[in-house]
């Protein structure tokens, strides 16, 4: 059968906290529309894909979890693939960071969700082009630290997701990836991530990935 793919949009309209400091992308609204726009985009192209959750307000992640696994007990866990879709934040108090870039997680130890996580990181270095191209000019005006890198990636096990032991990750039955696009806590990530541009960009570099890594899976 087709392969599913559920789309997790994070947190929820009553989860504090989770928006830039002026207030002008909060995180459950952008996580929405990025994932409503990557569910069209998977569907013209004839891939599969359900948002997993449909509601504004947050939905702990138990239920999360519990929808996700009643569709891979449906129709069988190596039929279903699970992206979690976020915006990162270097700080919780309120202020502009100097923190940026894009990354995907998985759990720990190699599964299904490191190809999935390295086709998306794939496509991302090649949909963010022009976020990556004006990045060192910003990074030179003091937009970010000298630390940073657009493509963030931790190459120490041979690819380029981090390892983390979010609930979503170890406590669904199929493989899952999170993502974390860009900083909505940096100026100029925020603009970014504000901007028609940007929105596209994070949709295409998700919707290239998936249907990339179906393709090398495709039975």
């Known amino acids: 059968?087709?392969?599913?793919?559920?789309?997790?949009?994070g947190h929820g309209s009553d989860?504090?906290?989770?928006?830039?400091?002026?207030?002008k992308l909060k995180e459950y609204l952008k996580s929405r529309e990025i994932a409503r726009k990557l569910e069209l985009e998977l569907n013209l192209r004839m891939v599969e894909a359900r948002l997993l959750v449909e509601e504004d307000k947050d939905i702990s992640?138990?239920?999360r979890c519990h929808r996700a696994n009643a569709v891979c007990d449906k129709y069988g866990k190596e039929n279903v693939l699970l992206v979690s879709i976020h915006c990162n934040a270097a700080g919780s108090d309120g202020k502009?960071?100097?923190?940026?870039?894009?990354?995907?997680?998985?759990?720990?130890?190699?599964t299904k969700a490191d190809d999935l996580a390295t086709e998306i990181w794939n496509a991302a270095d090649k949909c963010l082009k022009n976020y990556k191209e004006r990045f060192p000019i910003l990074q030179a005006?003091?937009?970010?630290?000298?630390?940073?890198?657009?493509?963030?990636?931790?190459?120490?096990?041979?690819?380029?997701?981090?390892?983390?032991?979010?609930?979503?990750?170890?406590h669904t039955k199929c493989p899952a990836v999170l993502t974390e696009s860009l900083f909505q806590d940096n100026k100029k990530d925020c603009d970014f991530l504000l901007s028609d541009e940007g929105?596209?960009?994070?949709?295409?570099?998700h919707a290239n990935g998936i249907i990339n890594y179906i393709k090398k899976h495709k039975k």
């Open 15 to 23: 989860t504090p906290g989770k928006c830039s400091p002026d207030q």
């Open 1 to 9: 059968m087709n392969m599913i793919v559920l789309i997790d949009n």
């Open 141 to 170: 005006q003091g937009a970010y630290d000298s630390r940073q890198k657009p493509m963030r990636a931790d190459w120490s096990d041979g690819d380029p997701d981090f390892e983390a032991r979010f609930y979503i990750l170890v």
């Open 199 to 205: 929105t596209k960009a994070i949709v295409e570099l």
């Open 96 to 110: 502009w960071k100097s923190a940026g870039g894009w990354c995907v997680y998985t759990s720990p130890g190699q």
């Open 61 to 63: 992640l138990p239920e």
